[in-house]
Nanobody
Framework: QVQLVESGGDSAQAGGSLRLSCAVS????????MGWFRQVPGKEREVVAL????????LNGDPVKGRFTISQDSIKKMVYLQMESLKSEDSAMYYC?????????????????WGQGTQVTVS
């Protein structure tokens, strides 16, 4: 398993932007899918964006399509989430994920490794 540490969460105004970072350590040999989920208290975790390795193909959750972009730097072992045109409904705890076990990539339970989360608040 890998270890994941998120950073970059902050408060922002609607229409603004933020960039989240995820530092990856440990063995990434089995981490063919990495990305971001988010969670609002009282709701289930939902997929935000995923990147597939080694192809580099990317997928976004429907609420963030056209606004958020995931990227990775394999040399620095970092995963980023660039968030643009922020909305109040983007306010959530954002988690970096790895170690996909297969199945439906939209399901949070399909990822074994999670970071501690970083809070984004949009007003």
């Amino acid at each position: 398993q890998v270890q994941l540490v998120e950073s970059g969460g902050d408060s922002a105004q609607a229409g603004g932007s933020l960039r989240l970072s995820c530092a990856v350590s440990g063995s990434t040999a089995g981490s063919n899918v990495m990305g971001w989920f988010r969670q609002v208290p009282g709701k289930e975790r939902e997929v935000v964006a995923l990147v597939f390795r080694p192809s580099g193909n990317r997928l976004n959750g429907d609420p963030v399509k056209g606004r958020f972009t995931i990227s990775q730097d394999s040399i620095k072992k970092m995963v980023y989430l660039q968030m643009e045109s922020l909305k109040s409904e983007d306010s959530a705890m954002y988690y970096c994920v790895a170690d996909f076990v297969g199945g439906n990539w939209k399901e949070a339970g399909r990822f074994k490794s999670w970071g501690q989360g970083t809070q984004v608040t949009v007003s």
